[in-house]
């Protein structure tokens, strides 16, 4: 099921002695009596139902509809993977999904250098320097609704070309030598 809040904004809590709220499913009908409304959906669809406030009571009574449609779950999520011998492409899969026949309209990846892609579904990007980067990759539905996965991508890969030498190239033994990094 599909947990839902809604918050009952009505005025004069003083004058409001009772609180119904009424959503009818095919086979049953939900009711609550709190202020607001915490209750579980069977899942995405349309649901009405109503807000009445004093139910019954002639003089100080008042009700509204309630149009409710709960959409399919967004789930955004990806992987990337990089060869550490080299100073390459970062390769990002996108394994989103959205719940129940839900339809991923549009997608956007956002490689925290500047760089936004929204052509490709599963992308490849070059950084050019090593270092942490906040990749976000953000799904949209067909109903307009987005959802955001960020995830720090540690790009550190190994430098191309590594040269060391000793300090000390002529020496008895036994001798110390100390390789300095360049």
């Not at 779950?73 to 011998?85: G, K, N, Q």
């Not at 899969?93 to 956007?108: C, H, L, R, V």
């Not at 953000?138 to 300090?167: F, G, H, M, W």
């Amino acid at each position: 099921g599909t947990d839902i809040q809604i918050l009952n904004t009505s005025q004069d809590m003083n004058h409001i002695e009772e609180v119904v709220w009424r959503f009818k499913l095919p086979d049953t009908t939900l009711n609550a009596s709190s202020w607001d409304l915490n209750m579980t959906f069977p899942g995405p669809g349309i649901y009405e139902g109503a807000l009445l406030l004093n139910p019954g009571n002639i003089g100080c009574s008042d009700s509204t509809k309630v149009h409710l449609e709960i959409y399919p779950e967004i789930h955004p999520d990806f992987d990337y993977a990089y060869d550490t011998c080299v100073a390459g492409p970062v390769s990002f899969t996108n394994k989103s999904f959205i719940d129940e026949g839900g339809q991923i309209a549009s997608f956007s990846w956002d490689f925290d250098d500047g760089t936004v892609d929204t052509a490709n579904y599963h992308a490849t990007h070059i950084y050019n320097e090593p270092g942490d980067h906040l990749v976000s990759l953000t799904i949209r539905d067909q109903n307009d609704c987005q959802l955001t996965k960020a995830e720090t991508v540690s790009y550190n890969p190994v430098p191309a070309l590594i040269l060391v030498r000793p300090n000390d190239t002529v020496s008895c033994v036994p001798s110390e030598v100390f390789f300095n990094n360049l």
